[in-house]
């Protein structure tokens, strides 16, 4: 159990908290900034990796496929906004309706089968984890750190703009936004469009990490991204103000999540005991502001 | 409050930093008399837990002490199986066991040099994306499968029920396996002229609707080597019971719990095989890249005799019984 062994297994933490940073950033937009608890990220996370996969097996090219991908997100999002406004139900069941359906839209995209592989020797992939401790640019933790500047680049510009500050003002107070004239189910709509693209491209990335995509794969998603957003909230919350920022804080939310499962797995904790040990660590996370909220009444009244 | 999260800030970036130096990872003793055994099983139930432990009593058999395991599970989670691979690649392991589909193709995602073992899985090609020489990938890959002589079980449902009409194929959909298994058997079904239809349940929690579905219309139920049917036998029992309507098996696990008979291959002598090629390559040297997918010998046909007596199923007297 020597540190050695813990310090060459980050590069790969660092590689996986990275995309899946990018599908922390999605889950960001519609719990933070929309206001909206969207489930759909389950399904999300498996149906960006099915369409780019199946894609590239058909001899597709790389960016087409990740076009697709978040293209195939964003209609899932469009599905989930639909039966949220047009349709009346409540979000968090519109988003549980989406990824059930999409479950069975996963297998028919990946022709049935369950589970589809794709070679790191075969295709040329984005990301890899063939590559994790290359020193050059295909290392996919160089990658990831530039296509999570580029979105996040996108993202500052896009909610500077009337449409994108539409989307916050719809989050922030909703009958607010109404009376001011904002058509608050288009906003809805767009902002669940944007989460569910940016999830799919975190899928369509991540399969190509792992070199498989799993119909499963996307499942126990939303838990991921919820902790990284939380990780983020309460370790940059005072730190980082700016938008562009706290973009950044989540994606670095989702590395440490990881960098905190490697040490578990490294500390030789039996692995059955992951996920309640990752329940414990969002828990204690969670209570840090609760806590230093009290321990500060305490010392005014004291 | 805020000097510590500066330093807490800065600590991060110089642990960043620092592990990309340490990227290459620390060397070894060039004489290794212990051999470091990395094992990723996918998920908890009977068959992979007996191929895992097959494989341990195989590799301590020949190498006794000499040999060390890392045993890891991933409780049916792929990010999980990514992190554990991540963990086993960079500890530098001798060798990877891979216990299950997922663990297979993430491991050979993430090395091209560390040798990996395949077991309890069916279907090479398809998972690796690649065409077999002569049985072998040619890449640093090998190991064994369970694809259970599907013609033989064919044959096994109209040896033992020479009317049957309709036979219901029943398995989770989520499970490459099963899906290639169901796709086999409905071709050798069709070409002995028998319908089949399929009935595909999502998780534990279809099953018992999906098999109800399925009573109603089949004569006849089979279950391919299903990890979600082993693990839902009773459920599937409940359902099949009052119906009287039997089930053949792919494997001992779901026919003791449900089935009536089965031509059963032994996933601790699956696991026991892959520990034998594990010893070929750690101890003698072997190349991995040269050796073809070895696959499970002597199937044995097995019955159940109370869910026989209960559903009036007469049994040849080639069975044993389980």
């Known amino acids: 159990m020597n540190i050695g062994s813990l310090i060459s297994a980050l590069p790969g933490a660092i590689a996986q908290g990275l995309i899946w940073g990018v599908m922390a950033i999605g889950v960001y937009l519609t719990y933070k900034v929309l206001d909206i608890a969207d489930l759909t990220v389950d399904g999300t996370m498996a149906t960006g990796g099915a369409v780019c996969v199946m894609m590239m097996l058909n001899g597709a090219n790389l960016w087409v496929a990740l076009l697709c991908a978040v293209l195939a997100g964003m209609i899932a999002g469009l599905v989930t906004g639909i039966f949220h406004t047009a349709m009346g139900i409540p979000a968090i069941l519109a988003g549980i309706l989406t990824q059930l359906s999409l479950y069975s839209i996963n297998l028919a995209i990946m022709g049935f089968k369950a589970n589809q592989g794709i070679n790191v020797r075969n295709y040329h992939l984005l990301v890899s984890s063939r590559n994790v401790k290359v020193i050059g640019p295909q290392n996919p933790i160089f990658v990831m750190i530039i296509v999570t500047a580029l979105l996040i680049g996108v993202l500052y510009?896009?909610?500077?703009?009337?449409?994108?500050?539409?989307?916050?003002?719809?989050?922030?107070?909703?009958?607010?936004?109404?009376?001011?004239?904002?058509?608050?189910?288009?906003?809805?709509?767009?902002?669940?469009?944007?989460?569910?693209?940016?999830?799919?491209?975190?899928?369509?990335?991540?399969?190509?990490?792992?070199?498989?995509?799993?119909?499963?794969?996307?499942?126990?998603?939303?838990?991921?991204?919820?902790?990284?957003v939380i990780i983020s909230t309460v370790l940059f919350g005072k730190i980082f103000h700016n938008f562009a920022m706290k973009l950044l804080g989540v994606s670095l939310g989702a590395v440490i999540y990881y960098i905190v499962i490697q040490i578990v797995l490294w500390l030789g904790l039996n692995t059955n005991l992951l996920k309640l040990l990752s329940a414990l660590v969002v828990a204690i996370f969670l209570a840090i502001p609760y806590w230093k909220g009290k321990l500060a009444k305490g010392a005014k009244n004291a | 409050m805020k000097t510590i999260k500066k330093i807490t800030c800065i600590a991060l970036v110089l642990l960043i930093a620092v592990s990309a130096v340490f990227a290459g990872g620390?060397?070894?003793?060039?004489?290794?008399?212990?051999?470091?055994?990395?094992?990723?099983?996918?998920?908890?139930?009977?068959?992979?837990?007996?191929?895992?432990?097959?494989?341990?009593?195989?590799?301590?058999?020949?190498?006794?002490?000499?040999?060390?395991?890392?045993?890891?599970?991933?409780?049916?989670?792929?990010?999980?199986?990514?992190?554990?691979?991540?963990?086993?690649?960079?500890?530098?392991?001798?060798?990877?066991?891979?216990?299950?589909?997922?663990?297979?193709?993430?491991?050979?995602?993430?090395?091209?040099?560390?040798?990996?073992?395949?077991?309890?899985?069916?279907?090479y090609e398809t998972a690796l994306d690649l065409k077999l020489n002569n049985g072998a990938?040619?890449?640093?890959?090998?190991?064994?499968?369970?694809?259970?002589?599907?013609?033989?079980?064919?044959?096994?449902?109209?040896?033992l029920f020479p009317g049957v009409k309709n036979v219901g194929l029943l398995y989770c959909s989520a499970e490459p396996?099963?899906?290639?298994?169901?796709?086999?058997?409905?071709?050798?079904?069709?070409?002995?002229?028998?319908?089949?239809?399929?009935?595909?349940?999502?998780?534990?929690?279809?099953?018992?609707?999906?098999?109800?579905?399925?009573?109603?219309?089949?004569?006849?139920?089979?279950?391919?080597?299903?990890?979600?049917?082993?693990?839902?036998?009773?459920?599937?029992?409940?359902?099949?019971?009052?119906?009287?309507?039997?089930?053949?098996?792919?494997e001992e696990g779901i026919c003791k719990g449900c089935?009536?008979?089965?031509?059963?291959?032994?996933?601790?002598?699956?696991?026991?095989?892959?520990?034998?090629?594990?010893?070929?390559?750690?101890?003698?040297g072997a190349d991995i890249s040269k050796m073809p997918i070895q696959y499970a010998a002597n199937p044995i046909k097995k019955y159940n005799a109370e869910l026989c007596s209960l559903l009036g199923v007469k049994i040849p007297s080639d069975y044993t019984a389980i």
């Not at chain 1, 469009?193 to 999830?199: D, K, L, P, Y």
């Not at chain 2, 090998?142 to 096994?156: H, N, Y």
Request: some cysteine.
């Open chain 1, 157 to 228: 510009w896009f909610f500077g703009r009337e449409i994108g500050a539409a989307l916050r003002a719809t989050g922030s107070n909703e009958h607010m936004s109404r009376a001011q004239g904002i058509n608050v189910n288009r906003c809805k709509i767009i902002g669940l469009m944007i989460s569910n693209g940016i999830v799919a491209l975190a899928s369509a990335l991540f399969a190509q990490y792992q070199g498989a995509v799993d119909v499963n794969m996307g499942r126990g998603g939303i838990v991921i991204g919820l902790a990284a």
């Open chain 2, 26 to 123: 620390s060397s070894e003793s060039s004489a290794k008399k212990t051999y470091k055994v990395g094992i990723c099983q996918f998920v908890q139930h009977v068959a992979l837990d007996s191929a895992t432990q097959g494989f341990m009593d195989a590799l301590k058999d020949a190498l006794g002490d000499s040999v060390v395991f890392d045993n890891q599970n991933a409780s049916g989670d792929m990010s999980t199986v990514t992190t554990i691979v991540n963990s086993l690649v960079s500890n530098k392991v001798d060798l990877i066991l891979a216990n299950a589909t997922p663990p297979l193709q993430v491991a050979a995602a993430a090395t091209g040099d560390i040798p990996i073992l395949g077991t309890s899985v069916t279907d």
């Open chain 2, 137 to 159: 990938t040619g890449i640093n890959i090998s190991g064994a499968s369970d694809l259970a002589p599907l013609d033989k079980q064919a044959q096994m449902i109209v040896e």
């Open chain 2, 177 to 250: 396996n099963s899906v290639y298994q169901i796709n086999q058997m409905e071709t050798y079904l069709m070409q002995m002229g028998i319908k089949s239809t399929r009935y595909a349940f999502t998780d534990s929690n279809d099953v018992a609707s999906v098999t109800e579905a399925a009573c109603k219309s089949a004569d006849v139920l089979y279950i391919p080597t299903d990890n979600t049917a082993a693990s839902c036998t009773e459920a599937i029992r409940n359902v099949i019971e009052p119906a009287k309507v039997p089930v053949v098996a792919g």
């Open chain 2, 259 to 284: 089935g009536v008979a089965t031509l059963t291959i032994s996933y601790y002598d699956l696991g026991y095989t892959t520990g034998k090629m594990a010893v070929e390559v750690l101890k003698n």
